[in-house]
């Protein structure tokens, strides 16, 4: 015990937030081999449920080991790892519900008090409550999958295996968030994408045959979602980044997709993408921007532990020159389907208005996807549309 200590002691003092967490984790872990898996296992459910609600609790009667038990108790992921880490009196409710254990901790002297968690005035989009949204943080979100062949084989593997699911939608479904789902089924039977992220996908509505550019495309989350949907569709991808790029092109390989045709592009500039965009015009556009991801923070907390409100301008003035670039390769009569993994009204209903203002494009559709209900991530989607000329 006193060993697992001192590590998460180094870990939390060592970490900055630089990287993400479980970048740093797994490169701290090659720095010590002799930490075995269970130990790793522990570690990281220490620090994950530290940067998840180490601030909402009053530190200065709690010692830091003391602050480190009651993070684990409320917001740990393994209860009988974490369980013989923990007081006595709190062991028989290692399992128990997070308002149960909220009152348990109250009945010790200890208040969490969500509100410190993030203790800015941002208004969030519609849909999304702050105290709901603040509550969230102190869970993991479940892990969401998308099945793609061999449906009834893969629930069969999971009922062998005593492992619960959920069916959300057509082909989602919810797991319990430490299931090694790599180990059970064959890579190309599956991918894993959060509930909401899905979701959006019922706002493409993608035609026979028609061309269309994911200009953000990352690793191809949504594409493979637009493909899936629509096989036929003729899909261009554009990243800043060669590398995720590769990392897209390999992930097609794998789900038997031909291969899209990519840009590397950077949409912020405008003089740059102007000869590339001039001879080429799309039916549609994902435009799923790089944003804050405060609709992912609970799966990865140190992004709210570390978040510098004064960077929200910048990122916002990207998104929205983003856009507004990306729209001038839309055909007349075109849409955009305008994304963010963000509950921040500044980066979502305020860029739209924006975006509008900047192109004359014509709102469609919005809305904020509240995932909390499922335990899922919160996603933002607006659709709009290049007028006739």
């Known amino acids: ?46 620090a994950y449920a530290w940067y998840r609600c ?11 080991q003391d602050a480190v038990n ?3 108790f409320l917001c740990g992921s393994r209860p009988q790892l974490i369980a013989k880490y923990l007081p006595d009196a709190w062991e028989p409710a ?17 208040d969490i008090h969500i509100h410190q968690l993030f203790p800015y005035s941002l208004q969030l989009s519609h849909h999304v409550l702050a105290d709901d949204w603040l509550l969230n943080m102190l869970e993991q979100p479940e892990l969401f999958v998308r099945i793609v062949k061999n449906e009834t084989a893969l629930l069969k593997i999971l009922d062998e295996q005593g492992i619960a699911y959920k069916q959300i939608a057509k082909a989602c479904y919810a797991l ?20 909401s992220s899905q979701q959006t996908g019922s706002y493409f509505k993608p035609l026979k045959n028609e061309h269309w550019l994911d200009c953000c495309s990352g690793a191809g989350g949504k594409s493979l979602l637009l493909k899936s949907l629509q096989p036929s569709v003729e899909l261009w991808v554009s990243d800043v980044r060669k590398s995720i790029l ?33 001879q080429t015009k799309f039916d549609a556009i994902i435009c799923d921007v790089p944003c804050t991801g405060s609709g992912t923070w609970a799966r990865t ?3 709210m532990y570390f978040f510098d409100v004064a960077k929200l ?40 208005q924006q975006l509008m203002a900047n192109t004359g494009l014509v709102l469609q559709e919005i809305n904020c996807i509240n995932g909390i209900p499922l335990h899922a991530d919160c996603m933002f989607v607006a659709v709009l549309k290049k007028p006739q000329a």
């Open 313 to 352: 301008a910048s990122i916002t003035q990207m998104q929205l020159a983003i856009s507004t670039n990306a729209a001038s390769a839309l055909k007349p009569g075109a849409k955009m389907v305008y994304i963010t993994c963000s509950v921040f009204k500044q980066e979502n209903e305020d860029v739209v």
């Open 1 to 46: 015990m006193r060993y697992i200590r001192q590590h998460i002691q180094t870990i939390i003092g060592e970490y900055n937030g630089a990287l993400p967490l479980s970048h740093f984790l797994k490169n701290y872990y090659k720095q010590y081999p002799v930490l075995g898996s269970r130990d790793r296992r522990l570690l990281s459910d220490m």
């Open 176 to 195: 319990p968030n430490t299931t090694t789902v790599d180990k059970l089924w064959p890579a190309d039977s599956y991918w894993v994408q959060d509930a």
């Open 301 to 303: 907390p140190e992004g």
């Open 94 to 110: 290692v399992a128990a519900s997070l308002g149960h254990k909220l009152e348990l901790l109250k009945e010790h002297g200890i």
């Open 70 to 72: 009651v993070c684990i």
């Open 246 to 278: 590769h990392n897209l092109q390999k992930r097609f390989q794998l789900y038997g997709f031909p291969t899209p045709q990519m840009w590397t592009v950077d949409w912020t500039h405008a003089q740059s993408i102007k000869a590339q965009v001039a």
């Open 54 to 64: 180490s601030k909402a609790i009053s530190h200065h009667n709690l010692s830091f």
